[in-house]
């Protein structure tokens, strides 16, 4: 898993995975994030990068409510992601909050793995 990023690229494709990420990883992932209040939402799409001329990257979207409750958060439970996918498939982990313009295509690939309402 990469370091998480601040800032997401402005010319992405983002769907469902061909190839769903396997039930065990889910689950782990689930159960690292599930008691953090912070985190309102968690999704696991497919990324493109235009341009890159690398093909699709998991990646774990992680919606916070406010955008200064990421790094606090991220610094905490990156080390347990980071192990979670050390010996199954690999994936990023791209930290959003609420507001953020892609989230809306974010949900329209249907790859919830967590949300708090």
């Given at each position: 898993?990469?370091k998480?990023?601040?800032?997401?690229?402005t010319?992405?494709l983002?769907g469902?995975?061909?190839?769903?990420?396997?039930?065990?990883?889910?689950?782990r992932?689930?159960?690292?994030?599930?008691?953090?209040e912070?985190?309102r939402?968690?999704?696991?799409?497919d990324?493109?990068t235009?341009?890159s001329?690398?093909?699709?990257?998991?990646?774990l979207?992680?919606?916070?409510?406010?955008?200064?409750?990421?790094?606090?958060?991220m610094?905490?439970?990156?080390p347990?992601?980071?192990?979670?996918?050390?010996?199954?498939?690999?994936?990023?982990?791209?930290?959003?909050?609420?507001?953020n313009?892609?989230?809306?295509?974010?949900?329209?690939a249907?790859?919830?793995i967590?949300?708090?309402?």
């Amino acid at each position: 898993m990469q370091k998480y990023r601040e800032k997401l690229a402005t010319k992405i494709l983002i769907g469902a995975p061909a190839r769903p990420m396997s039930q065990d990883l889910r689950r782990r992932i689930s159960e690292i994030i599930c008691n953090i209040e912070e985190i309102r939402e968690a999704h696991l799409p497919d990324v493109i990068t235009i341009g890159s001329g690398g093909g699709a990257s998991r990646v774990l979207f992680l919606v916070f409510e406010q955008k200064d409750q990421i790094s606090q958060i991220m610094d905490s439970i990156g080390p347990e992601l980071a192990d979670a996918g050390r010996n199954a498939e690999q994936f990023e982990v791209w930290p959003i909050n609420q507001s953020n313009d892609l989230l809306e295509t974010i949900r329209d690939a249907n790859c919830v793995i967590g949300w708090r309402d």
